[in-house]
């Protein structure tokens, strides 16, 4: 289990060097078409991609500590820091969501007519579409390897879809005759889209945190029922993360089992909710005397 927890790791690493290199390349690449058409307005947008590099680097470093093994400091290993890392990329979506809010106040009380060169328009239409690929691939590789980090990047990667998306309507509507206000309309939702996206980093990464019951007492009972030796669960606490849980609980067995036999039985218990749940579990059973 370790060996594929490592394998794991291995990976969300691989593939956040690999978005780092893709952004720190679309950032210089924004950035040279800048200097050559001498465009200030696609320099700004090729900095501002260098910025968003830095929601793979804080998840780069947090990879980097979650995979370290357990030690006498962390009996528990290193995993929370993965999450801690992802509660960055939302506090970092959070401010970004503010930003845009404090924008779109300006714009209502200081309206301006938009307008964009053909230069600047292929860069974020160009810069959309990967920013799409990327926010997809993230997404379902995270899914896959069980990693919140990689779906927490993924959302703000969305971040910037939403804002690109936001320029696009705004100046489509421009176009089509709509009033400048259009621009503040549209910045204000793209906000609330990005104040959403955080929302749902810190839903998903909360409960690690503060030990929130992570397995329904429930599901644990039904499956130990096919324990003919266990006369009562109870005490029944799980916290931890999906793919790695830490469970303890109390049952009382026939006061006549022997020490040996408990100690199978805990054995036999532990695999088999490994085996019917499909995740990791640190289980630690207090073994009590069923007294009649």
């Known amino acids: 289990m370790r060996k594929i927890e490592n394998n794991n790791y291995k990976k969300v690493k691989l593939i956040l060097l690999v978005l780092l290199g893709a952004n720190l390349i679309v950032a210089v690449s924004k950035i040279l078409i800048g200097l050559v058409i001498n465009s200030s307005s696609v320099m700004a947008d090729g900095f501002h991609s260098i910025s968003d590099s830095a929601s793979n680097i804080i998840g780069i470093i947090g990879i980097v500590l979650a995979s370290r093994p357990k030690d006498s400091s962390h009996p528990y290993g290193h995993k929370k820091f993965e999450t801690i890392a992802s509660m960055f990329i939302g506090t970092m979506l959070l401010f970004i969501s503010f930003s845009v809010i404090k924008s779109s106040i300006y714009k209502l009380f200081n309206p301006s007519i938009l307008e964009i060169s053909v230069e600047s328009l292929v860069i974020i239409l160009l810069t959309l579409f990967i920013n799409i690929f990327v926010a997809v691939y993230e997404n379902k590789q995270g899914i896959k390897l069980n990693s919140q980090l990689l779906i927490a990047d993924s959302l703000h990667t969305k971040s910037d879809i939403f804002v690109s998306s936001g320029v696009l309507i705004t100046l489509l509507c421009i176009k089509l005759g709509f009033p400048p206000i259009v621009d ?17 980093i810190f839903k998903d990464n909360i409960s690690p945190l503060t030990d929130k019951v992570i397995l329904d007492e429930e599901i644990v009972i039904d499956i130990l029922e096919e324990f ?20 303890d609980m109390h049952i009382k067995v026939d006061s006549n089992l022997n020490i040996d036999e408990a100690h199978s039985l805990v054995h036999k218990i532990e695999n088999t909710l490994i085996n019917k749940l499909g995740k990791k579990i640190d289980v630690i059973i207090h073994v009590e005397p069923n007294k009649k």
């Open 184 to 200: 503040t309309i549209t910045s204000f939702i793209v906000s609330l889209f990005i104040l959403h996206a955080s929302y749902e």
């Open 228 to 247: 003919d030796d266990i006369k009562d669960v109870h005490n029944i606490r799980s916290r931890g993360f999906k793919d790695y849980v830490f469970l």
